[in-house]
Structures are given as structure tokens and as C-alpha cells.
């Protein structure tokens, strides 16, 4: 199992955020946490990825317990972060951004080869690398942080409401990147997101968490046709 969550728990002033959740995902997965806003996924990311410590519960990646690591070794352990709505650094061109990926990791990236990789998955960051990446689209905006995180080879890509503030069209490119990413790249994702909808049609399995608890769990295609599921988070 390559991230093992067990009763994760976080506080903010002595009020519980999560209450004793637990998830898992395996080698190769897309998996999916799906649920309304304020429902506990981004701070669930927070936490997985160490900007927010734990008031109880523990976090296993590669079988090793990082429950108290900091960021930077989560990161250079292969766990990296594409945040909600990219939050790129806005004044350094494309190509500079991308480096930024690389920053600081003691293993050898052979980042040339990255790089061709990444412009064959994203050939616009190619056309504007020398572009400052404040003057990017939206869209054009959250496949540079994909890239960014994608450039240092993770074992793990943690996902932060990629759909947020996208229009339908570019919604559908990046949920389709990501598939690709999963299914012909072998990367392991963990996507948390409000569209449940595309979330659930790329993703193996998925959890529904709902105001700090995961309240359903199982195999994609099956929530898809879970009536709560589909009348609470898919309209239907």
C-alpha cells in the first residue's frame, strides 16, 4: 500500500475539522475524495502533505510512518502537491516554474527527459516557456502546476479541487490529463474534489466525506449509481 491514513484527526482551536479519517490507496490507483465545500478535503491534503500537523491518527507513505515529517521530506519521499487553484508563482516565466519542481530534491532527475515528456503532455507550456506565467490562462495556468509537480517523477500526486474556477471545456482537458497521467503513465493520484462527477468517471475507487467524516467508500462506477451519491453530489 503506498499511503496508508489511519483516524487522522485535526483541530483548529479546539474544534475538530476531521474526525478519525481513514483512507488508503495503492500503487497505480486514482482515487478519489469527493464532497461538498467545507467538507474537510482540502485540509486533508493540507495535512497529508504537512502543512498542517495532526491532533491524532496517523499518515504511512512507502510503509513508513511521516505523520510528524516535515514538507520538504514528504516531498523529496515523492509525494507532491498541485494546490487549489494552482497557485503558481506568477512573476517567474513557465520554464522557471517547472525548475521550481526540482528544487531542492537530493535524487538525480534527468530533467532534460522530464521536460520533453511534460511538453508532449502539455505543448503550450513549450510554446510560451519564456512567457511570465501571470499572463497564462486559467486552464493554461493549472497545467503548469500539474507540470510543476509532475516534472520531479512523484510516486504520489495529491490533487487539490483541480476544477475550481474552470470553464466546462478546460474542466474536461485537465480531468482528461489526469487520466492519462493515471492510465498510461502508471502515476498515482489522489484527486479531492467538489465535481463529483468527473472526479468519480476517471477515478478506481472513491470516498464521500461529508463535514470531517468519510461516510461511503467504494469502487468508482458503483458510487455512480449509489442513489445518495448520485441525489446528494450529482444532481440527479
Not at 78 to 98: C, D, H
Not at 133 to 150: H, K, P
Not at 214 to 229: C, F, H, P, T, W
Amino acid at each position: 500500500m503506498l499511503l496508508e491514513v489511519s483516524d487522522l484527526t485535526i483541530a483548529y482551536n479546539g474544534l475538530e475539522a476531521l474526525h478519525g479519517v481513514s483512507l488508503q490507496v495503492d500503487v497505480g490507483e486514482l482515487v478519489s475524495v469527493i464532497g461538498a465545500n467545507g467538507a474537510g478535503k482540502t485540509t486533508l491534503l493540507q495535512t497529508l502533505m504537512g502543512w498542517q500537523l495532526p491532533s491524532g491518527g496517523s499518515i504511512r507513505f512507502e510503509g513508513r510512518d511521516i505523520t510528524r515529517a516535515q514538507t520538504h521530506a514528504r516531498a523529496r519521499r515523492g509525494m507532491r502537491i498541485v494546490p487549489e487553484k494552482a497557485r503558481i508563482f506568477s512573476q517567474l516565466t513557465v520554464y522557471e516554474n517547472l525548475m521550481m519542481g526540482v528544487y531542492g530534491m537530493r535524487r538525480k532527475i534527468p530533467v532534460d527527459k522530464r521536460l520533453l515528456w511534460l511538453y508532449s503532455l502539455f505543448p503550450v507550456l513549450e510554446e510560451r516557456g519564456a512567457q511570465v506565467a501571470s499572463t497564462l490562462s486559467g486552464g493554461e495556468q493549472q497545467q503548469l502546476s500539474i507540470a510543476r509537480a509532475c516534472i520531479s517523477a512523484p510516486s504520489l500526486l495529491l490533487v487539490d479541487e483541480v476544477s475550481m474556477g474552470l470553464m466546462p471545456r478546460l474542466v474536461d482537458k485537465v480531468f482528461e490529463l489526469l487520466k492519462q497521467l493515471n492510465g498510461e503513465e502508471g502515476l498515482t493520484i489522489l484527486l479531492v474534489e467538489q465535481n463529483a462527477l468527473a472526479s468519480l468517471g476517471i477515478s478506481h475507487r472513491a470516498y464521500v466525506l461529508e463535514t470531517g467524516d468519510i461516510v461511503l467508500e467504494g469502487k468508482a462506477g458503483q458510487m455512480l449509481n449509489d442513489e445518495r451519491v448520485r441525489e446528494a453530489y450529482l444532481g440527479i
